[in-house]
């Protein structure tokens, strides 16, 4: 299953893969071999986009080094995603994150490291408050134009600063951002007070961030155990030790009795939320590359059992449900 992200001529995965993993410490796709591995089993499994950024990997750049080494001569089968701009990421970059020296060096940096000719989707990881949003766009309509980069796309952006944005772009005649990351899951629903109706009212293509909750919405864990292997407890083991067990204990009951697993519903339930384009979802190995794809596919609950299941997983702060429908 493919779709259009936002108001491009992107076509996307419903599941999509995170590679903030690659060149991880501790993890299966430290070395090239495993990445390769995880790589070649996405494309196969149909997933086309890839999202990662230059600050990923053990090093500056690791991420898309591996990337660009992995892929080869199947570049061109994927939607190749990356961002610039994170805060005390250890970029060698003068100037100030959105300006346009920064981003005029940073983007050559990322073809450089992923052996490409072109991003097709560059993202800006972080607002710069130094940087008015006019310079920004401009110097990234400036490689639109130069075909370095198809479209453009910003992450952790409140819903204020996505609407001057796209104010901004529509006064100059720049390229708008078409595409928005922020974190959603189940379990952090704080995006759907008020940036996933500005995403929609501007016809963003929502691409959530840790939409598995690190792990914890893949009915992996329990409250009596946890893999101890997982991302979870290598490097944020308060997700699930402050869970609301109570809450997730009730969603594998409903899973149950729907014939799903916790996996299927969570890819189900974010697929039909829009305006999410697409799960972008990590995977050490190919099993959970291929288990995220065919999840993806399996199940989309109707509107009874996505009211149930946000019952369990209300909008902190929100009077009704009907706020985020």
């Not at 990351?181 to 759907?192: A, C, P």
């Not at 699930?240 to 339930?269: H, I, K, N, P, S």
Request: glycine share 8%; proline share 5%.
């Amino acid at each position: 299953m493919t779709r259009t992200l936002g108001t491009s001529d992107l076509i996307v995965s419903a599941a999509g893969l995170g590679c903030n993993n690659f060149g991880r410490p501790g993890s299966a796709t430290e070395d090239q071999a495993g990445t390769d591995a995880v790589i070649g089993a996405a494309i196969d499994a149909g997933i086309t986009l890839f999202d990662t950024a230059d600050l990923y990997g053990y090093a500056f750049g690791r991420s898309e080094t591996m990337m660009g080494s992995a892929l080869g001569a199947r570049r061109d089968d994927i939607v190749l995603a990356t961002k610039f701009g994170y805060p005390e990421s250890g970029a060698p970059y003068a100037g100030a994150r959105g300006s346009r020296a920064y981003i005029r060096a940073s983007i050559e940096g990322s073809l450089n490291r992923l052996r490409t000719d072109r991003i097709d989707l560059y993202q800006m990881h972080m607002p710069d408050p130094e940087t008015p949003i006019a310079e920004t766009l401009a110097a990234l309509d400036e490689l639109v134009e130069e075909g370095k980069v198809r479209y453009i796309g910003h992450s952790n952006f409140s819903a204020a600063q996505m609407e001057e944005a796209a104010r901004t772009a529509a006064e100059l005649g720049l390229a708008r951002f078409v595409s928005a990351q922020n974190e959603l899951s189940l379990v952090k629903r704080e995006t759907d007070r008020e940036e996933t109706p500005a995403a929609r009212r501007l016809g963003l293509g929502l691409l959530p961030f840790f939409p598995l909750a690190n792990g914890l919405l893949t009915g992996k864990f329990s409250r009596d155990g946890f893999p101890a292997d997982s991302r979870i407890m290598r490097q944020r083991p308060e997700v699930a030790e402050q869970a609301d067990w109570d809450a997730l204990d009730a969603y594998r009951a409903l899973c149950d009795e729907w014939g799903v697993t916790m996996l299927e519903a969570t890819f189900g339930w974010l697929l039909t939320h829009e305006p999410i384009a697409s799960v972008i979802a990590g995977a050490t190995t190919p099993d959970q590359v291929r288990q995220n794809a065919a999840a993806a596919e399996a199940f989309r609950p109707d509107a009874a059992q996505r009211a149930a299941i946000e019952r369990l997983f209300p909008v902190p702060g929100a009077q009704t449900e009907a706020a985020v429908e």
